[in-house]
């Protein structure tokens, strides 16, 4: 199973948006996560800054291929936009990829 990290900034005074709009997310934006072999999703914030990190069943490459091409991801990423600033790698279509540099199993 690999794993995969990302960051992003909200927007200033859009943190309590941003947190409610994830405590309702919409049933097909879960379909798809799962779909894409997505588990153990969790987004932390410390300030405005967000960390998320999720595991990939099927592999990184597939989750990010699947999530760049469903028009349900598309339509969320149009609604969070106003909330938050995340730049897209044009290569995957997906969050950048952090690097590990540690792991204790």
């Not at 934006?29 to 914030?45: C, D, F, H, P, R």
């Not at 405005?48 to 592999?59: I, T």
């Not at 990423?77 to 897209?88: G, L």
Request: hydrophobic share 40%; aromatic share 16%.
């Amino acid at each position: 199973m690999e794993r995969f990290a990302w960051k992003a900034t909200v927007k200033e005074g859009k943190l309590e948006e941003y947190k409610y709009r994830h405590a309702n997310i919409w049933p097909e934006m879960k379909q798809v996560l799962k779909e894409a072999g997505i588990s153990n999703y969790t987004i932390w914030n410390v300030g405005n800054e967000l960390f998320g990190y999720f595991e990939c069943e099927k592999g990184v490459a597939y989750a990010e291929k699947y999530q760049a091409e469903s028009p349900v991801v598309d339509k969320w990423n149009e609604y969070m936009k106003d909330v938050m600033v995340m730049e897209m790698d044009p290569k995957t279509g997906a969050q950048p990829k952090m690097q590990q540099v540690f792991f204790l199993p």
